[in-house]
C-alpha cells in the first residue's frame, strides 16, 4: 500500500534572498529552543539557540526571533546559499526536573535554494 | 575536536536478528540521547542518560529495545529481535552538564530490516 509519510512544509527561495523558517511551540513552560539544520544522509546540526529571556539573538548570516506571547519561533537566513539547502528542525525543552535536556523537535521545514 | 563517534553507519540484516548501535559522545559531555528518525513520525527521543544513569526511556518502543551506558564513552542501544518496522536512522547525541540541552548529533546509523 501507499506508505504516508509526515508532509514538511517547504521554502523555495532564490540564491542571495533572505529565509525566513518559521515554527510555532505549544509548552508555555518552554524556556529554551534550538535550530537545527539537517542536510541529506547527515544528523542534525546546531545553528542557533535562544532562552526565553531573550527576544532575539544573532549569529553568524542567522537570526533567531522568539515572541512568548505567540509561542512563535523564526530563523532567518540573511543571503541565502545553496549550500543552505536542508531540512530544518526547532525544537524546545521545558525546564526543571527530568525534562531538563529533553528536546522536543518540530516536524522540520525543508528549504530548497535556486542558483 | 572529534564530534559524536557512530557506528556502524549503516546495516542491514534479516528480521529475528540482534541488532547493536554503538555511540561515542564528545569527550567531557555528561548526557547522551537516543533518538530514531523515519518519514513516518520524524525525530523521537527513545531514551537519555545523564552521568551513565538513564534519566528517560519513555520512548523506547518495546521491550525488544534495550540501552546501555556502561561508562562515559560509550552506549549501545540494542534490538532484539529485531523487526522490519525498526527500519529508520538512529541518531545518537550528547551535551554536558551545564548546557544539557545544547545537544550535538553524530551521523546516525541507517538501519534496514528486511
Known amino acids: 500500500g501507499e506508505s504516508v509519510g509526515l508532509h514538511l512544509p517547504t521554502l523555495s527561495v532564490q540564491e542571495g534572498d533572505n529565509s525566513i523558517i518559521n515554527c510555532a511551540y505549544s509548552?508555555?513552560?518552554?524556556?529554551?529552543f534550538i535550530w537545527y539544520k539537517q542536510e541529506s544522509g547527515k544528523g542534525p546540526q546546531f545553528i542557533i539557540d535562544?532562552?526565553?529571556?531573550?527576544d532575539k539573538r544573532q549569529g553568524q548570516r542567522v537570526t533567531v526571533l522568539l515572541n512568548k506571547t505567540v509561542k512563535h519561533l523564526s530563523l532567518q537566513i540573511a543571503a541565502t546559499q545553496p549550500g543552505d539547502s536542508a531540512v530544518y528542525f526547532c525544537?524546545?525543552?521545558?525546564?526543571?526536573?527530568?525534562?531538563?535536556?529533553?528536546?522536543?523537535f518540530g516536524q522540520g521545514t525543508i528549504l530548497t535554494v535556486h542558483p | 575536536d572529534a564530534g559524536v563517534i557512530q557506528s556502524p553507519r549503516h546495516e542491514v540484516t534479516e528480521m529475528g536478528q540482534e541488532v547493536t548501535l554503538r555511540c561515542k559522545p564528545i569527550?567531557?559531555?555528561?548526557?547522551l540521547f537516543w533518538y530514531r528518525q523515519t518519514m513516518m513520525r520524524g525525530l523521537e527521543l527513545l531514551i537519555y542518560?545523564?552521568?551513565?544513569?538513564?534519566?528517560?526511556d519513555s520512548g523506547m518502543p518495546e521491550d525488544r529495545f534495550s540501552a546501555k551506558m556502561p561508562n562515559a564513552s560509550f552506549s549501545t542501544l540494542k534490538i532484539q529481535p529485531s523487526e522490519p518496522r525498526d527500519s529508520a536512522v538512529y541518531f545518537c547525541?550528547?551535551?554536558?552538564?551545564?548546557?544539557?540541552?545544547?545537544?550535538?548529533f553524530g551521523p546516525g546509523t541507517r538501519l534496514l530490516v528486511l
Open positions: 547525541a550528547s551535551s554536558s552538564t551545564h548546557y544539557r540541552e545544547t545537544q550535538y
Open positions: 509548552n508555555s513552560a518552554s524556556d529554551y
Open positions: 535562544i532562552r526565553s529571556n531573550m
Open positions: 525544537a524546545e525543552n521545558e525546564a526543571g526536573g527530568t525534562s531538563y535536556g529533553k528536546l522536543t
Open positions: 569527550s567531557g559531555h555528561n548526557s
Open positions: 542518560f545523564n552521568n551513565n544513569v538513564p534519566i528517560d
